[in-house]
């Protein structure tokens, strides 16, 4: 029978599911290999072909390992909380759980028919109240902690309050707020209950503080930065605000010493390392405190606040006697409070621009000027100058202290804020040399910089922070780019935070009470007030005390799926102790670049807290990480005739007649396109308003434009699996998807290359029967050539996957079936062979031939992988073209050990080239070793 896709893979699909065939055991005598993909956000959309690229990729992995006798664990899931599901319930009034359910049952069916060997049994939805309550108990964990930078781990909030109470705050040494206070153990007891929590929120790993968010009205939520783009929501293009608010926030930044170096451990892409490192931003430098000037009109101003400095972090304090103006962000606590009456208009107007743009867009522009004096000034520590203090954009309130020490002569953007607003310029020179033009002479030492002068780089900088200790304004100081993680989000559709206020302080719901489920809202929107939509909810708080009113981000419940993945069914811990030690952490990672600065970073984040804790072995979560490009779409065109007034008609003009027409491309759905043409009659009824289309032919046909763009709905170049399978089947997908190119790289979809994996696979089936379509295979024993074909592809292969070059061993495969059809093999002891090296890729179609060759039914999951031989690779003979008169007749496999004379004596004792020379005795036969045998009749 000719290759039914079909029905095998329907076949196989059902026993895969029915039988569980890709369960995981949590323990086993082989060596273990967990593969995971970066789980889907469920939308209504479905998959299209771009997405199940990084899938199919780990599928052939897993099964690659499970053939090379490996325990495999790859496990599916969702990441089922988000803002998207929302939306469409705001839309529509329907529960986001409902809508997540069906694209859920969307997506399990797309993938399902794609063939991977997932285990189902460890499904896991972050939606679901059996998963979100042990992220919830993670945030409880978190609260409970503190970070003893002695130990340089996370350690009970219990054991900082035994510290408290015996010592006081003497000899803590934790990551905290700035402003912590100073006590002894009697003090400490003195304290009443509330004051005493306050101070341990200054110290907890989760706390309540007020920071300043990105807040879009609209959608009535904070985005994340990577949510903002151009002062706008990436969701629908809404304003998008800096807005000070009470967030709940995780000091990561406890952790940026501990990430910074665990990247050193990892096999990561390095440009990924990179986003990494930078996003960190390690800095050495030193903290310098600028006094305030109060003088005249500052008087009332300078009461508003206790504080009477300014704080600034600097790499560069050698430069300290080249700072002629201070500069703080525009959201600083202290920009209004130190502004004068005379300012105050001018910077009221200035922050209020501020806001409406993002970070991201504030530190990537680089060449606009913008500013306001705020009428106050600071004093030099070291030379008691009187230098003003302004506000710009281009300081962000959580990168250091706020506030900058501006250096014209020495930073580029100090110099053009300076030349733009007629600021001195102090010309400063230093070891550095940075390059700015008002510093036009390079000589390498200090010079006009009182003390060190003369001084070269390192000796300067000592010297500098040891006068700054001296006179008590300043020290030497590691500073991180990186700040704690805001996690809160004023929606409904995520998890809900397990606390509740007592005399306006957070405290826990007991553990016993997990999970806090969401409760029942009139609608999805915030309240009328502007409250979170949580407080729509009827009768919902803790013995009557109001619970956390925001839910928890998009980044919580995949911050830790990995090992919810490992013990999926565990009612009672987050994962058993054995399974965790037993499955350790990810073998390998698949997944986007885009998450470089996100989750995989709070992943990072909270898995080396549940090592401080004792819950997880491992520092690292994922050993190996690949980043998969993308799939771009192919897009099509049609090109509608324009009247001489500019107006569009309904004709449309073919691709290679529009330089002569007047024309405006419109894109066309590229489902009813096949190799560039377009079918008129599915154009017509593809919109009413091409029923009456008219066109502008060449050849007869109508050739469409072409152009590589992202695959979006909007351009009519989505192309969905489903189609491609019902059409080829999901063993050409899977291969065809490989086919296309590196996996690292991005790379255009063109269904036209196709139906070339189809046919191969064909090809491939039809290895096994005859010409009537009749399975037959022969027991007889492979020749020489059989084999050195067959352990090509061994070694290929292998090769090809441990280095995830699966685009290579798809063109393999084909040269190598090629090989085989040539040599008429037909011999079990090749093609079975052959079937288990290509079930990781193709295992549908592998499934059905190794039953048809006599083997148990789906045991070929679990095969052993063939071993490599050398010895049939090693060039013992040589197909010798045979020419008669200079014409090539035939090839023949000759032995290169032969000599001239008797490669002669083989090629005529041969009987199809007797049957070529027709019994005429040749006059002169020429033998090249190694290259071509010719006969002169």
């Given at each position: 029978?000719?290759?039914?896709?079909?029905?095998?893979?329907?076949?196989?699909q059902?026993?895969?599911?029915?039988?569980?065939?890709f369960?995981?055991d949590?323990q086993?005598?082989k060596?273990k290999?967990?593969?995971?993909d970066?789980f889907?956000?469920?939308?209504?959309a479905?998959?299209?072909?771009g997405?199940?690229l990084?899938?199919i990729?780990?599928?052939i992995?897993?099964?690659?390992?499970r053939?090379?006798?490996f325990?495999?664990l790859h496990?599916?899931?969702y990441?089922?909380?988000?803002?998207?599901?929302?939306?469409?319930a705001?839309?529509?009034?329907q529960?986001?759980?409902?809508?997540?359910?069906d694209?859920?049952?969307t997506?399990?069916r797309q993938?399902d028919q794609?063939?991977?060997?997932?285990?189902?049994?460890?499904?896991v939805?972050t939606?679901?109240?059996?998963?979100?309550?042990?992220?919830?108990?993670?945030?409880?964990?978190?609260?409970?902690?503190w970070?003893?930078?002695?130990?340089e781990k996370a350690?009970?909030?219990?054991?900082?309050?035994?510290?408290?109470?015996t010592?006081?705050?003497k000899?803590?040494n934790?990551?905290?707020?700035?402003?912590v206070?100073?006590?002894?153990?009697d003090e400490?007891?003195?304290?009443?209950?509330?004051?005493?929590?306050?101070?341990l929120?200054?110290?907890?790993?989760?706390?309540l503080?007020?920071?300043?968010?990105n807040?879009?009205?609209?959608l009535?939520t904070v985005l994340?930065?990577?949510?903002?783009k151009?002062g706008?929501?990436?969701r629908?293009?809404?304003?998008?605000?800096?807005?000070?608010?009470m967030?709940?926030s995780?000091?990561i930044t406890?952790?940026?010493?501990?990430?910074?170096?665990g990247?050193?451990t990892?096999d990561w892409?390095?440009?990924?390392?990179?986003?990494q490192?930078?996003w960190i931003?390690?800095?050495v430098g030193a903290?310098?405190?600028?006094?305030l000037s109060?003088?005249?009109?500052?008087?009332e101003?300078?009461?508003?606040t206790?504080?009477?400095?300014?704080?600034?972090f600097?790499?560069?304090?050698d430069?300290i006697?080249?700072?002629?103006f201070?500069?703080l962000?525009p959201?600083h606590?202290?920009?209004?409070?130190?502004?004068?009456?005379?300012?105050?208009a001018?910077?009221?107007?200035?922050?209020?621009q501020t806001k409406?743009?993002?970070?991201?867009?504030r530190?990537?522009?680089?060449k606009t000027?913008s500013?306001?004096?705020t009428?106050s000034?600071?004093l030099?520590p070291?030379?008691g100058?009187?230098?003003q203090l302004?506000?710009?954009d281009y300081v962000?309130?959580g990168?250091?202290t706020?506030a900058?020490?501006?250096?014209?002569?020495?930073?580029?953007r100090d110099y053009?804020f300076?030349?733009?607003f007629n600021?001195?310029?102090?010309?400063?020179?230093?070891?550095?040399?940075i390059?700015v033009?008002?510093?036009?002479t390079?000589?390498?030492?200090?010079?006009?910089?009182?003390f060190i002068?003369?001084?070269?780089y390192k000796t300067?900088?000592?010297?500098?922070?040891?006068?700054?200790?001296?006179?008590?304004?300043?020290?030497?100081?590691?500073?991180?780019?990186?700040?704690?993680a805001i996690?809160?989000?004023?929606?409904?559709?995520g998890e809900?935070?397990?606390v509740?206020?007592?005399d306006n302080l957070p405290?826990?719901?007991?553990?016993?009470?997990l999970?806090l489920?969401?409760p029942?809202v009139?609608k999805?929107?915030p309240?009328e007030?502007g409250?979170?939509p949580?407080a729509r909810?009827?009768d919902?708080n803790?013995?009557?005390?109001e619970y956390?009113l925001s839910?928890?981000?998009g980044?919580?419940?995949?911050?830790w799926?990995?090992y919810?993945?490992?013990?999926?069914?565990?009612?009672t811990?987050?994962a058993?102790?054995?399974a965790?030690?037993?499955w350790?952490?990810?073998d390998?990672?698949i997944?986007?670049?885009?998450h470089?600065?996100?989750?995989?970073?709070?992943?990072r984040?909270?898995n080396?807290?549940l090592k401080?804790?004792g819950?997880?072995?491992e520092e690292?979560?994922f050993?190996?990480?690949?980043?998969q490009g993308?799939?771009q779409g192919r897009?099509?065109?049609?090109?509608r005739?324009?009247?001489e007034?500019g107006?569009p008609?309904?004709t449309?003009?073919?691709?290679?007649?529009i330089?002569q027409h007047?024309t405006?491309?419109l894109?066309v759905d590229?489902?009813?396109?096949?190799?560039?043409?377009?079918d008129?009659?599915?154009f017509k009824?593809?919109?009413?308003?091409?029923?009456?289309a008219?066109?502008?032919l060449e050849n007869g046909?109508?050739?469409c434009g072409v152009?590589?763009e992202?695959?979006?709905?909007s351009?009519?170049?989505?192309?969905?699996?489903?189609?491609?399978?019902e059409r080829?089947?999901?063993?050409t997908?899977?291969?065809?998807?490989m086919?296309l190119?590196p996996l690292?790289?991005s790379?255009?979809?063109n269904?036209n290359g196709?139906?070339?994996?189809?046919k191969?696979l064909?090809?491939f089936w039809?290895?096994?029967?005859?010409?009537a379509?009749?399975f037959?295979v022969?027991?007889?024993a492979?020749?020489?050539?059989?084999?050195k074909?067959?352990?090509?592809?061994?070694?290929k292969?292998?090769e090809?996957?441990?280095?995830f070059?699966?685009?290579?061993?798809v063109?393999?495969?084909?040269?190598?079936v090629?090989?085989?059809?040539?040599?008429?093999?037909?011999k079990?002891a090749?093609l079975?062979?052959?079937?288990?090296i290509?079930?990781?890729?193709a295992?549908h179609?592998?499934?059905?031939l190794?039953v048809?060759l006599g083997?148990?039914a789906?045991t070929?999951?679990?095969a052993a992988?063939?071993?490599?031989?050398?010895?049939?690779?090693v060039?013992d003979e040589f197909?010798?073209?045979?020419?008669?008169?200079?014409?090539t007749?035939?090839n023949?496999?000759?032995?290169?050990s032969?000599?001239?004379k008797d490669?002669e004596a083989?090629?005529?004792?041969?009987?199809?080239?007797q049957?070529?020379?027709d019994?005429?005795?040749p006059?002169?036969?020429?033998?090249?070793?190694?290259?071509?045998?010719?006969m002169v009749?």
């Open positions: 029978m000719d290759y039914q896709f079909k029905d095998i893979e329907k076949k196989w059902q026993f895969w599911a029915t039988n569980q065939t369960k995981a949590n086993s005598s060596p290999y967990f593969v995971l970066m889907p956000y469920p939308s209504g479905g998959l299209h072909v997405h199940p990084g899938y990729a780990s599928d992995f897993a099964r690659y390992k053939l090379k006798g325990n495999v496990p599916m899931g990441d089922s909380f988000g803002l998207p599901a929302e939306q469409y705001i839309q529509t009034g529960h986001p759980a409902i809508t997540t359910e694209n859920i049952a997506y399990r993938l794609i063939g991977f060997s997932f285990d189902w049994s460890r499904e939805r939606s679901s109240p059996g998963y979100y309550k042990w992220t919830q108990w993670i945030f409880m964990e978190l609260f409970n902690s970070y003893n930078k002695v130990a350690e009970s909030i219990a054991s900082l309050v035994e510290h408290f109470e010592q006081g705050s000899g803590i934790a990551v905290s707020d700035e402003e206070l100073t006590f002894t153990a400490w007891k003195a304290l009443s209950s509330e004051e005493q929590q306050q101070e929120l200054k110290y907890r790993l989760t706390y503080r007020e920071s300043t968010v807040w879009c009205a609209a009535g994340a930065n990577d949510e903002v151009d706008f929501s990436e629908g293009g809404y304003p998008v605000e800096q807005k000070k608010m967030q709940w995780m000091r406890a952790y940026a010493e501990r990430l910074l170096q990247l050193d990892i892409p390095e440009p990924l390392k990179e986003m490192r930078n931003g390690k800095s903290s310098v405190r600028f006094q109060v003088s005249g009109s500052q008087t101003n300078s009461q508003l206790t504080q009477n400095f300014i704080e600034v600097t790499t560069r304090v430069t006697f080249g700072v002629t201070v500069v962000a959201e606590e202290l920009a209004a409070q130190l502004t004068t009456p005379e300012q105050k001018t910077v009221e107007a200035y922050i209020a409406k743009k993002s970070e991201l867009d530190m990537a522009d680089t000027v500013g306001a004096f009428g000034y600071v030099n070291l030379n100058e009187k230098i302004w506000i710009a962000l309130a990168y250091g706020g900058v020490m501006a250096v014209p002569s020495g930073d580029q053009l300076a030349k733009h600021l001195p310029i102090v010309p400063i020179m230093d070891i550095q040399n390059e033009e008002a510093d036009p390079k000589e390498g030492k200090y010079i006009n910089s009182d002068n003369g001084l070269e300067a900088t000592a010297a500098v922070i040891a006068k700054l200790e001296e006179v008590g304004a300043g020290k030497a100081r590691v500073n991180f780019r990186m700040r704690d996690f809160g989000r004023q929606r409904y559709w809900p935070v397990p509740y206020f007592k405290h826990l719901i007991s553990e016993s009470e999970p489920l969401l029942e009139d999805y929107l309240t007030s409250e979170p949580l909810a009827a919902w803790y013995n009557g005390f956390e839910t928890m981000p980044w919580a419940g995949s911050s799926y990995w919810r993945y490992m013990d999926a069914q565990n009612d811990e987050f058993s102790k054995e965790i030690e037993y350790k952490d990810v390998l990672y997944g986007g670049s885009e470089a600065t996100g989750h995989l970073l709070y992943s984040f909270w080396k807290f401080d804790i819950k997880v072995v690292e979560p050993k190996k990480l690949i980043n993308m799939i897009s099509n065109f049609v090109y005739l324009v009247d007034e107006r008609t309904n449309y003009v073919s691709h290679g007649l330089d007047k405006t491309p894109h590229v489902n009813i396109v096949t190799n560039e043409v377009l008129l009659e599915k009824k593809w919109r009413a308003e091409y029923e009456t008219e066109f502008i046909k109508y050739i152009e590589v992202k695959m979006s709905k351009k009519f170049n989505v192309v969905n699996p489903d189609d491609i399978i080829y089947g999901a063993d997908l899977r291969m065809y998807e086919f190119g690292e790289q790379k255009p979809w269904t196709i139906e070339g994996v189809f191969f064909r090809k039809r290895l096994f029967h005859n010409d379509w009749e037959t022969s027991d007889d492979p020749t020489k050539a059989e084999l074909s067959l352990h090509k592809i061994i070694r292969v292998e090809d996957i441990e280095r070059s699966f685009n290579t061993s063109s393999s495969f084909m040269i190598a090629n090989e085989l059809t040539d040599l008429k093999c037909n079990r090749i079975q062979e052959m079937v288990i290509l079930e990781p890729y295992p179609i592998c499934e059905e190794w048809l083997n148990e789906g070929l999951s679990y992988y063939p071993k490599f031989n050398p010895e049939y690779l060039e197909a010798y073209p045979i020419s008669i008169n200079g014409k007749k035939m023949l496999n000759i032995p290169l032969l000599d001239v490669t083989f090629v005529l004792a041969n009987a199809d080239v049957r070529y020379l019994g005429k005795a006059k002169k036969v020429i033998v090249v070793k190694g290259r071509i045998v010719n009749v």
